[in-house]
Structures are given as structure tokens and as C-alpha cells.
């Protein structure tokens, strides 16, 4: 149990697109979803914070028209890289909290996504 | 605002040898204490929990972790080292609260395996 899934895994794209990561909790509802930023040999940077139905808590010095995060269900989470650029090169990781087992703040991770910018 | 520091960026040990991977928090109360494991390229991994039931806390692949109050620490070890333990390990903290309260992590430690 408390799978939680990434998709895709791997991305390339050019300098100025935008890019959707998707963050899906398998088996178990999630009202609180988190998403990190990882850089080489780093650890994770809290970025924000999700919340099924509401708007995100963003961590300061994260740009909220940069990376638009939308939590539409207990499941599913969204972090959209608009006009991506090459400083957004980075590794992406969600995690998600089980809404039956929450009493310990336990997160549980997704695989994380790659995201290369040229 | 809570905090965790890992002593060692790095870490090398033999096969078969004693694994000791330090974490210190700074908090007046007890929190949830967590160790996670990290592959090459994938997410994070839990190996093991505090969580006020035991003061030592065994996790998977033969990991342990000690709760030791009066040193706000929470040290992770393995009695012998596999090659296959050789990844980023990453300690957590986190406060009380809501489903909102974040993680907060340590820098990590890279372990190494030496044959």
C-alpha cells in the first residue's frame, strides 16, 4: 500500500515551453500533497505545499506564475513548469500524506521526475 | 522551526563492516523522527520511523535507529554493510500538527560500500 506514482518520469524540452508533472496517490486518498526540488547531490527543497481544493502554500523565494500547482482531487496533484527554462533543470519529487494515517506525518514519495530543459 | 543535521556528507565503510549514519534535531519536544533511503534517479524510500512507541525503531533491509532524547539524536545503523546499501540516506523531522506540517530534511549522506 501507499503507492504514490510520478509521471513522466523523464522529461526534455525546449527553453520557453511549459511542462506538466503529475503526482498520483495509488491507493489511498491524499488531501495533503507536497512537492520538492532537488538539485544534484542535494537534498530536497520544500517548494510547496497542496491542498485538495484549495490553493497552495508556496515556500518563500518559489515563483507562484512559475510553477502552478493544482491539487483537484484526493489523488491527483499537478506542478506545471511554465516557460521553462534551463535553471529549472532539475529533479522534481512529490509526496503525498495518507488522510486515514496521518497521525505521524509520515509522507510517502513518488518516484520523481526528471526534467531537462535545453 | 525545526532542524536536522547529519554529520558527514560522506560516508565510506567495508562489506560486512558496522554502518553509522548520524542525525542530530533540534527540538525542546520529542517529534516524529524519520530515515529515508535514495536510490540513483528515484524518490525516497522509508526505512524507518520514531514515533514515541520505542525508543529503538527497526526498519527494513536490517536498519535500526536509536532515539536518545538527551542527545536530540537519532542515529541510523546497520550491523553489516551489503554492497547493495550503498545510496543517499536523508533524515527527517517533523513537528506535531496538522496534515500540512512538513518534512524538514538533512543535507543527506551518500554511503559508500567499499569490497
Known amino acids: 500500500g501507499a503507492v504514490v506514482s510520478q509521471h513522466p518520469s523523464r522529461v526534455i524540452c525546449k527553453s520557453g515551453t511549459s511542462v506538466k508533472i503529475e503526482c498520483r496517490s495509488l491507493?489511498?486518498?491524499?488531501?495533503?500533497m507536497f512537492w520538492y526540488r532537488q538539485f544534484p547531490k542535494k537534498s530536497l527543497m520544500l517548494m510547496a505545499t497542496?491542498?485538495?481544493?484549495?490553493?497552495?502554500?508556496?515556500e518563500q523565494g518559489v515563483e507562484k506564475d512559475k510553477f502552478l500547482i493544482n491539487h483537484a482531487s484526493l489523488t491527483l496533484s499537478t506542478l506545471t513548469v511554465t516557460s521553462a527554462h534551463p535553471e529549472d533543470s532539475s529533479f522534481y519529487i512529490c509526496?503525498?500524506?495518507?488522510?486515514?494515517?496521518?497521525?505521524?506525518?509520515?509522507?510517502?514519495f513518488g518516484p520523481g521526475t526528471r526534467l531537462t530543459v535545453l | 522551526a525545526q532542524s536536522v543535521t547529519q554529520l558527514g556528507s560522506h560516508v565510506s565503510v567495508s562489506e560486512g563492516a558496522l554502518v553509522l549514519l548520524r542525525c542530530n534535531y533540534s527540538?525542546?519536544?520529542?517529534?516524529?523522527l524519520f530515515w529515508y533511503v535514495q536510490y540513483p534517479n528515484q524518490g525516497l524510500q522509508l526505512l524507518l520511523k520514531?514515533?514515541?512507541?520505542?525508543?529503538l525503531v527497526k526498519g527494513i533491509n536490517g536498519f535500526e535507529a536509536e532515539f536518545k532524547k538527551s542527545e536530540t539524536s537519532f542515529h541510523l545503523t546497520k550491523p553489516s554493510a551489503h554492497m547493495s546499501d550503498a545510496a543517499e540516506y536523508f533524515c527527517?523531522?517533523?513537528?506535531f500538527g496538522s496534515g500540512n506540517t512538513p518534512l524538514v530534511f538533512g543535507k543527506g549522506t551518500r554511503l559508500s560500500v567499499i569490497a
Open positions: 509526496s503525498a500524506r495518507d488522510l486515514a494515517e496521518s497521525s505521524y506525518n509520515e509522507q510517502f
Open positions: 491507493d489511498f486518498q491524499a488531501t495533503t
Open positions: 497542496s491542498n485538495e481544493g484549495s490553493k497552495a502554500t508556496y
Open positions: 527540538s525542546s519536544v520529542p517529534p516524529y
Open positions: 520514531y514515533t514515541s512507541a520505542a525508543t
Open positions: 527527517a523531522v517533523s513537528d
